[in-house]
T-cell receptor, first 113, second 114 residues
């Protein structure tokens, strides 16, 4: 079973601060997705990374896939209250023909005004 | 709006009962996935259907079953309910069975078993 560990589990910061959340595994993934889930809603995809070492930027969010495709990080610059939510990483299995994403338990981010 | 519709949004029932959760995928999406989300376990994959056929199975209990109909909507049946089955149940859809396809999630069905 492939497991994804996310850290920290909870993060509460002030508006304007920077932060990084991590997603780690001992397994190799063919792809890594990051989702954000707001209260009462389903997760919404932010980004997909597929190449080891890949860096993608989405406005103030920077996503990086580890060289060995076992870990990923999400960095938010100058966080805003609208960034509040549960950030989930999800890995696609390597070498498998079936699509079965493995989700981490998430990092619950609160950005205080 | 993801385009994925789930009903009901909230459901309260008693132990031992049976419920059915319904999902309509985004127009044109052939894959439907069911996930269970709880505070302690996070988002757990239950089962995937692709164009009416079961494609992948996760941590789905024998008391649970699902199917995808010819019109591509899907139902998740939960029977002999236990207190521990209380959770958010999400349906997601995608247009591909590949490993990098985006999942579009519905708003979930919150099940409370008393």
């Amino acid at each position: 079973t492939q497991l994804l560990e996310q850290s920290p589990q909870f993060l509460s910061i002030q508006e304007g601060e920077n932060l990084t959340v991590y997603c780690n595994s001992s397994s190799v993934f063919s792809s890594l997705q990051w989702y954000r889930q707001e209260p009462g809603e389903g997760p919404v995809l932010l980004v997909t990374v597929v190449t080891g070492g890949e860096v993608k930027k989405l406005k103030r969010l920077t996503f990086q896939f580890g060289d060995a495709r076992k870990d990923s990080s999400l960095h938010i610059t100058a966080a805003q209250p609208g960034d509040t939510g549960l950030y989930l990483c999800a890995g696609g299995p390597s070498g498998g023909s079936n699509y079965k994403l493995t989700f981490g338990k998430g990092t619950l981010l609160t950005v205080n005004p | 709006d993801s385009g994925v519709t789930q009903t009901p949004k909230h459901l309260i029932t008693a132990t031992g009962q049976r419920v059915t959760l319904r999902c309509s995928p985004r127009s044109g999406d052939l894959s439907v996935y069911w996930y269970q989300q709880s505070l302690d376990q996070g988002l757990q994959f239950l089962i995937q259907y692709y164009n009416g056929e079961e494609r992948a199975k996760g941590n789905i209990l024998e008391r649970f079953s699902a199917q995808q109909f010819p019109d591509l909507h899907s139902e998740l049946n939960l029977s002999s309910l236990e207190l521990g089955d209380s959770a958010l149940y999400f349906c997601a859809s995608s247009g591909t069975a590949s490993n990098t396809g985006e999942l579009f999630f519905g708003e979930g069905s919150r099940l409370t078993v008393l």
